[in-house]
């Protein structure tokens, strides 16, 4: 158990539509990343926020946004879902050292 | 931006044989991290490297920095079943505050 808690697991939602994947990072971590994993692709970096403000972008969409809140927990918005953006979607909080722990990840199916 | 590739992309080897995954990194680096992620799973942390020429081992699994520090391996000696997965590694440009970029990661099936 990494620490990091991501929900929901799974998700199935209809193109057109809008949803919120949710992350707590590890007790004591600032640091939350937002990354996107496509069918056996590599990680694709979205977005790094760090005590509450945006310190850096990735590939993110414009359909996409996320927010740190104030007690560190984040949330990635997706909306006008395509098929495309199926894919799992991790959240990774990092220590003093710069080392990232991953949550177990929210598996997104558009149809 | 920074880029850091690894090769092979993928890897099929018997049981017992050695691996190899090479790290690249398009700019000067000031650590490389390995993690390793199983099928179905998250990636999960292996180790840090932060000096120049840098080895470290972890049992069978050996890890090295470059001397430009822009490079990295990891190698796995007489591979085992368990070792199957996606093997990542991840820089942090030198200079400031850099984000980590993610190595294209490698992926190794074992033949038991």
Redesign the interface.
Known sequence: DSGVTQTPKHLITATGQRVTLRCSPRSGDLSVYWYQQSLDQGLQFLIQYYNGEERAKGNILERFSAQQFPDLHSELNLSSLELGDSALYFCASSDARGVAFFGQGTRLTVV | GQQVMQIPQYQHVQEGEDFTTYCNSSTTLS?I?W?KQRPGG????LI?LVKSGEVKKQKRLTFQFGEAKKNSSLHITATQTTDVGTY?C?G?RSGG?Q???????T?LQVIP
């Open positions: 650590n991290q993690y998250h990636p999960v942390f840090q990542f991840a942090r505050y984000k980590v970029t993610f190595g294209t990661g992926k």
